[in-house]
């Protein structure tokens, strides 16, 4: 029997109410899914403080050896307390129980020593520890962790509460006793020689009681290569798959669409790059394999273009194309911009959002399904159920990275035959990386900016310099310009945000008034008809202020516009303030990007805004960015968007391991694509093991 699989129920300490609760809490259901929950950090228990050492600066966790000097109980019923009084040569402390009095109560022995451990507060200038572990000096003395590192679990305040600091670390104690020396090892032993890995046994051994920092390091580095194996092996197989397949539709043919477009409408030579991605999807498109083709493109460097012809392209394959875009606002404006080049063709484009009344939502759906609509362009009210396409080929799914990623795959569930498909954005991802997000892909980079743009200049100013800001805006509109000014809006406090749009329109619209100056506002609080007005305004030249929340961060696109100010620029991240920056520096006249923020920032916020006044290059920021905001904190953020479900390897952070395996998983599939062989059944159930959700990959829906 297996016993990896089985209930954590039975594990010595846990029982059913434990099993539950572990189970709700972190979904950990069998004996593996423990051994699966890995310490998140180590403390060391060699480690014995005296009191004295303890001070605001000392760990969050600490051990102290310590005489009991008495006991006292206070309180009564639910508000009893039980305290122990001890000291050492240094000084004294308390250690207080509020619960599991009755227990404790017949452990601690006046007169005699101990070790304590738990979590250092202080109490009216006195050391105090509220349920701290007690060993006596001969349990202390037996412990097995021998190198002292004990893990630390992740862990929810109703499982703290229930199993105390030790109790996780004891039930992970008795699983392992059920499973030591029967942990199959699923690399062959070749594998594990090549990449000097140590058995998988020895890893699981060694991340839970690490018998010394170097055999830690070892054990983390084989449980990543693990993962990034399974994950690679699955894409790996599945691109092999797809492409084995061959049952994506062939566009076989350039014809009258595209050509009467690039021969008459265009309204400006293509660049280089532009031609060369747009090459790059011809000849995708042609070969019969079904496209999944992410295009990555700095903001501003013409993606919508190649967009736009890509979706030509099936039409004179006779297909129907869409486009989905992450807001309302951008949908509208990608409408209206494609409606204009293709003025006079006789291509039919519509538009379906959450906000599309009656009749335009009528004439998409009916068109979509007769097939009069060639291209439909809309928000993710394009994936909804009713949306019936007659023969959708190619789909576009412009600024991924605003997506919640579950609402990509469904769109082309929609046909038997899956069409192809390109994902656009801006906010550039290694391709590694990319596939570990996002599965299968094949990767195009728009890495040139259309002639005659100027480079924008940043500037950071604090609030002190608010009159010369406006003079500048003032400066800028009487040469006819239009300025954005952007205000932060973050979930947590957003009433907070909306008072501060709010509060500075009326500012400004005090500081510009009409009939001088016309102020727009667009926010996510207005009725989409209102927000559509504003955002007409400003297209139109009418309103030359627009005040806005970031729902203008992706896309927009008004050339007239030259000055972007960032009010609160500090609580932005860098990927969103380049993304803002962006909005202007689309036409031939200089632009400027105004961040303002407080006085007093934080040495990373600081960072963010220096980086951003340095340079214009998006690749560039984003490295920053990786650097800036530490890995842990991009995987936690990509972990929701991610394919892969992923434990330990932070595909980010561990590069090098994911080239390795991918050279590994490449080597292995080559000689056995089906993992068919006896030797290779480990592997196959690593694969099987990290085959990722459904719904987040690409690939695998048809
Ligand atoms: P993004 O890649 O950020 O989506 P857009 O597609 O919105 O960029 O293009 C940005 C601006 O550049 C638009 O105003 C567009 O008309 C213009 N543009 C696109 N391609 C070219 C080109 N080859 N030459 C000049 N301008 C271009
Ligand atoms: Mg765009």
């Not at 012809?309 to 194309?321: K, T, Y």
């Not at 404006?333 to 538009?351: C, E, W, Y």
């Not at 970031?550 to 303030?577: C, H, K, Y």
């Not at 990786?626 to 936690?636: C, E, F, H, T, V």
């Amino acid at each position: 029997m297996d016993n990896l699989k089985s209930d954590i129920k039975y594990v010595a300490g846990v029982g059913e109410a434990r099993a539950r609760l572990l189970d709700k809490e972190l979904g950990i259901r069998t004996v593996g899914d423990l051994l699966d929950h890995f310490p998140f950090r180590y403390i060391d228990r060699t480690r014995v403080y005296r009191i004295a050492e303890i001070t605001d600066e000392a760990p969050t966790l600490v051990q102290l050896r310590v005489r009991v000097t008495g006991t006292a109980y206070a309180g009564t019923g639910r508000k009893r307390r039980f305290t122990v009084f001890v000291q050492d040569a240094t000084g004294q402390a308390e250690l207080v129980w509020f619960q599991g009095i009755k227990w404790i109560e017949k452990r601690v022995e006046v007169g005699r020593e101990y070790l304590v451990f738990g979590r250092p507060s202080f109490y009216r200038g006195q050391l105090s520890m509220a349920h701290p572990e007690l060993e006596t000096m001969e349990q202390y003395l037996s412990r097995r962790a021998e190198s002292g590192m004990q893990g630390i679990y992740p862990s929810t305040e109703r499982i703290s509460t229930m199993f105390g600091t030790k109790g996780m670390y004891q039930i992970v104690c008795n699983a392992w006793a059920l499973v030591r020396g029967h942990i199959p090892d699923p690399l062959p032993e070749e594998i594990r020689t090549r990449y000097g890995l140590i058995a998988r046994h020895d890893a699981y051994y060694n991340i839970h009681f690490p018998q010394s920092p170097e055999l830690l390091r070892q054990a983390q580095y084989r449980l990543k290569f693990d993962e990034l194996l399974g994950v690679q092996l699955n894409v790996q197989s599945r691109r092999t798959a797809r492409l084995a397949k061959a049952d994506g539709f062939r566009f076989t043919r350039v014809g009258d669409a595209f050509n009467t477009f690039y021969n008459e409408k265009l309204p400006f030579p293509l660049t280089g790059a532009q031609k060369r991605v747009i090459r790059e999807i011809r000849q995708d498109t042609a070969t019969g394999y079904q496209m999944n083709r992410l295009l990555q493109g700095d903001v501003g460097s013409g993606k919508t273009l190649v967009a736009l012809m890509s979706m030509l392209l099936a039409v004179d394959n006779g297909f129907q194309a869409c486009m989905m875009a992450p807001t309302e606002i951008l949908a509208r404006q990608h409408f209206a911009t494609i409606s204009r080049l293709l003025d006079g063709m006789p291509v039919r484009v519509a538009i379906l959002t959450g906000a599309s009344k009656a009749r335009e939502r009528r004439e998409a759906l009916e068109g979509i399904a007769s097939g009069e609509v060639h291209i439909l362009i809309g928000t993710h009210a394009l994936i909804e159920e009713r949306v019936r396409f007659a023969n959708l080929g190619f789909v576009v799914i412009d600024e991924q990275h605003r997506f919640g990623v579950e609402q990509r795959a469904r769109l082309w569930t929609k046909n038997e035959q899956p069409p192809h498909i390109l994902v656009m954005t801006a906010t550039p991802i290694p391709r590694t990386l990319a596939m570990t997000l996002y599965g299968d892909l094949d990767v195009s980079v728009i890495d040139e900016l259309p002639p005659g743009r100027r480079p924008i200049r940043t500037y950071h100013y604090t609030d002190a310099a608010r009159l010369k800001l406006f003079g500048f805006m003032r400066q800028q509109i009487a040469q006819g310009r239009q300025v954005y000014v952007v205000y932060p809006l973050i979930k947590e406090s957003e009433a907070m945000d909306y008072k501060d749009l709010t509060d500075g329109y009326e500012a400004i619209s005090r500081d510009f008034p009409l009939p001088d100056y016309v102020t727009a506002i667009c926010h996510g609080r207005m009725k989409p008809a209102d927000k559509e007005e504003s955002m007409r305004q400003f297209k139109e030249g009418e309103a030359q202020i627009l005040v806005a929340t970031s729902v203008i961060e992706v896309g927009v696109d008004v050339p007239n516009a030259t000055v972007m100010v960032i009010e609160s620029a500090e609580r932005f991240g860098l990927s969103q303030l380049h993304q803002l920056r962006g909005r202007v520096g689309r036409g031939a006249a200089q632009s400027y990007c105004i961040l303002m923020s407080g006085e007093k920032l934080s040495r990373e916020a600081r960072a963010r805004l220096e980086a951003m006044c340095e340079t214009n290059d998006g690749f560039r920021l984003a490295e920053l960015d990786l650097k800036l905001r530490g890995a842990g904190d991009i995987n936690g953020t990509l972990q929701s968007g991610m394919a892969f479900d992923l434990k330990i390897a932070n595909p980010t952070a561990d590069v090098q391991v994911l080239t390795l395996t991918r050279e590994a998983a490449a080597a292995i599939l080559a000689a056995d694509p089906a993992l068919a062989q006896p030797a290779h059944e480990g592997l196959r159930e690593l694969r099987r093991r990290y085959s990722g959700r459904e719904e987040l990959d690409f690939s695998r829906i048809s």
